[in-house]
């Protein structure tokens, strides 16, 4: 078993070979995985599948076929998602955009993102997980070709809400995937440890981009490279085992209506959608604000974010399958409205660095333990809808504190407005707090 384990990463880093520097990320990550392995997350055994309506595994193990691929798959995916995310405003100023439109071109594919989740996961919930993340790997390294031909900011709005549905689809199924072969008593380190392949892509590939841009200028060349990474995606995927193939096209998945009655589901939603608008004002706004503080290096908080992040995802998420997820969520929440709360005083990169461990630990935490929480909450037939609904709320409250907390910045000032986006999570963690509801059954589990 252990050496067709290692004949998979072998064949995904042949083909990772082919794209310049896309090897250097891939041994990066699947050191970083091999590496928890090394500090003692022995694995239960091989991966059993169950036929019919179950899809939960009898036996897991971390460096399973499934989980590494998948984990691999979503690296790259994600990898393509940010070379884009701070080079497509440039692009649209190339093409002779202004500033409110990068935020229209920006704000088309998240709406689009957030309006199809849930509609993906009702049919991922019918047809399984692998058609809809192939339909979505493919879809996506369309759209970066198609990128490279565009010349008007009217078309690429068009492009970018099409882009958002393709991404849609890809996430409702990759989350429903994860929550399928993640074991109840493993469930939050499994999807932890899956969602640490997200934060590496993101402490490597943006980068990447934005010295591709600031030295070449070559956008084609960029939107290349990013269809080179979602090939690598789409590779890995069709090494995935179909391992739920869906209830049938006859299955009627819970309606976002009855999702919103579910206390498990739309409690820990808004739960997402307080701490992430927090995230959604500091990401957007503090390269704004630290170089009016004097601190022009505010690179180093998104590193030290990206860091602790890691960590508190891998070791949380272990702990949270020990001791409760509800135990663990309050805190964490609490310590992302704290970071967000010293923003206003910030005068130091000391302080910059501390405050971007604190919202990297509270954050990288709360976030995959909600997730977690959601899947205990909700029967397997009803994963799929449960969390396109759960994670639309990402989206929602990541674009309310851009949008929002954003106006109210530009009115009241930054300070004001990092001390709205402390509130909203503290707003969050009272709810949860308060209308969370009895703990889920064996059953739903």
């Not at 990759?174 to 892509?201: F, M, Q």
């Amino acid at each position: 078993m252990r050496a067709a384990q290692l004949f998979v990463c072998s064949c995904l880093l042949e083909i990772a070979d082919k794209a310049p520097g896309a090897s250097q990320a891939f041994s990066f990550y699947y050191k970083f995985l091999t590496a928890n392995y090394a500090m003692g997350l022995e694995p239960y055994g091989k991966i059993e599948l169950k036929k019919g309506g179950g899809t939960m595994q009898e036996r897991f193990s971390l460096l399973s076929r499934d989980f590494i691929v998948l984990c691999f798959a979503n690296f790259f995916y994600f990898g393509s998602f940010y070379f884009l995310l701070p080079t497509m405003p440039q692009y649209v100023d190339m093409l002779g955009g202004s500033a409110g439109q990068v935020g229209m071109v920006m704000g088309w594919f998240t709406l689009a993102a957030v309006a199809a989740r849930p509609y993906f996961g009702k049919m991922v919930d019918r047809y399984g997980h692998k058609r809809f993340m192939l339909l979505g790997s493919i879809f996506f390294i369309l759209f970066f070709i198609l990128y490279i031909y565009i010349q008007s900011v009217a078309l690429l709005y068009i492009a970018r809400g099409a882009h958002g549905l393709a991404h849609a689809c890809f996430m409702a199924a990759s989350a429903a995937y994860i929550a399928d072969i993640a074991p109840p008593h493993r469930r939050g380190e499994v999807i932890g440890i899956y969602g640490t392949s997200n934060i590496v892509a993101m402490a490597l590939f943006p980068a990447w981009g934005s010295t591709l841009i600031s030295t070449t200028g070559n956008f084609s060349y960029l939107f290349g490279l990013a269809a080179v990474a979602a090939t690598i995606c789409l590779f890995a995927v069709v090494f995935l085992r179909e391992i739920n193939k869906g209830s049938g096209k006859d299955y009627k998945p819970a309606s976002v209506i009855e999702l919103s009655k579910r206390r498990g589901v739309i409690v820990p939603s808004i739960a997402l959608f307080g701490g992430a608008t927090a995230y959604g004002a500091v990401f957007t706004f503090l390269p704004l604000f630290a170089p009016q503080r004097g601190l022009t290096d505010f690179g180093m908080f998104f590193t030290v974010y990206a860091l602790s992040t890691i960590v508190s995802r891998v070791l949380v998420g272990k702990l949270s399958d020990r001791i409760g997820r509800r135990q663990l969520v309050m805190p964490f929440i609490a310590l992302v409205a704290l970071a967000v709360v010293l923003l206003p005083g910030l005068d130091s990169l000391a302080m910059l660095a501390a405050i971007g461990g604190l919202f990297g630990l509270g954050f990288g935490a709360f976030m995959p333990t909600l997730n977690a929480l959601v899947v205990d909450y909700t029967p397997p037939q009803d994963r799929g809808s449960a969390l396109g609904f759960f994670t639309s709320f990402m989206d929602l409250g990541i674009t309310a504190g851009a949008v929002i907390l954003g106006a109210a910045g530009n009115y009241f000032g930054f300070e004001i407005m990092f001390y709205m986006g402390s509130a909203a999570a503290l707003a969050g963690l009272i709810i949860f707090a308060l209308f969370l509801g009895p703990n889920p059954t064996q059953a739903d589990r």
